[in-house]
């Protein structure tokens, strides 16, 4: 009797003990604050606000465009889009769908989206890191789809280019 009562005791302190966790994270207000990031850098795109766009990135972003040659470190991204920001519009992209996922901690989140583009449907994909109080773009993707109708058409009309890539890369890879 006097084991089962201590048992009671025992178990009774310890369900009552509350355990303590890091803050309590809304979830849904960071994924509200991380779309309208996304949003405000398509837009700052669109508009042609080059240094709105760029302070939406970490100093150690990273930018993967449709060409697979297009992997850019934050200092040659902006070398590349400058030009383009200077016309007054470098490139409209609306966001049709998005999911965003967030580690529990609340200091990274990743996302995937299908935009309308001038090339149609794409799907871009990036990470975010929070940074203070605000989330900043870290890596992005940018990629075209390809209906699984249309496959065999898109291979053939890469598979030259692709050759002349893939033996480049296998090179690059010998030395």
């Not at 979830?27 to 606000?49: M, P, Q, R």
């Not at 995937?112 to 929070?130: A, I, Q």
């Not at 789809?145 to 280019?161: A, F, M, Q, R, S």
Request: hydrophobic content about 40%.
């Amino acid at each position: 009797m006097k084991r089962i009562l201590i048992l009671l005791i025992v178990t009774s302190l310890f369900s009552c003990t509350k355990k303590v966790k890091g803050p309590q994270i809304d979830f849904e207000k960071e994924k509200i604050e991380i779309s309208t990031v996304i949003d405000g850098w398509h837009l700052d795109a669109t508009e042609a606000n080059f240094e709105s766009y760029f302070n939406k990135m970490t100093s150690t972003g990273i930018f993967i465009g449709t060409d697979a040659e297009e992997n850019w470190t934050i200092a040659e991204f902006k070398e590349f889009c400058k030009p383009h920001f200077d016309k007054g519009k470098a490139w409209d992209f609306t966001s049709l769908e998005r999911n965003i996922y967030i580690e529990d901690q609340g200091e990274i989140a990743w996302f995937d989206e299908l935009l309308e583009t001038w090339m149609g449907v794409c799907r871009g994909s990036g990470v975010l890191k929070k940074i203070g109080d605000n989330w900043k773009i870290e890596h992005y993707v940018l990629s075209l789809t390809i209906p699984n109708d249309n496959i065999e058409g898109v291979v053939d009309l890469n598979k030259e280019k692709d050759s002349i890539l893939i033996q480049k890369l296998r090179k690059n890879q010998e030395l």
